[in-house]
């Protein structure tokens, strides 16, 4: 087998040079949204930048700003009022997790419950 390498180096170096383009022309991207819809790890990276005290008009900079120093590319973008939307969401998951904690707690818990909401 050494022979026919030795025998062929354009072939090889076209070979290694094609599969260097190649990989070259492979790009990182980071898919904001999946068939229209925002995804769950995009919407919990937005609910983590808000914690950390990002601001709604500045999620979308901050994520392509992050994306472009790690060198991917930001397919699509987040507007302030989808960072709004999973806001909410996100506060109504935290409610519901909240009340499915106290459905699984002792009764003295519903009595807290019950005096606090009613």
């Not at 950390?52 to 979308?60: K, Q, S, Y």
């Not at 120093?69 to 806001?87: D, N, P």
């Amino acid at each position: 087998m050494a022979i026919c390498v030795t025998q062929f180096p354009d072939q090889k170096s076209h070979a290694t040079s094609t599969a260097a383009e190649k990989e070259r022309a492979i790009k990182n991207t980071f898919n904001i949204k999946d068939k229209g819809i925002i995804t769950d790890h995009v919407c919990q990276l937005v609910l983590k930048l808000i914690n950390n005290g990002v601001g709604t008009e500045h999620i979308d900079s901050v994520m392509d700003a992050v994306c472009k120093t790690l060198g991917v590319e930001m397919v699509e973008h987040v507007s302030s009022c989808s960072v709004g939307r999973i806001t909410i969401e996100g506060g109504v998951a935290g409610d519901l997790r909240i009340m499915e904690k106290m459905i699984d707690a002792s009764s003295k818990s519903w009595i807290i419950f019950s005096v606090l909401f009613n």
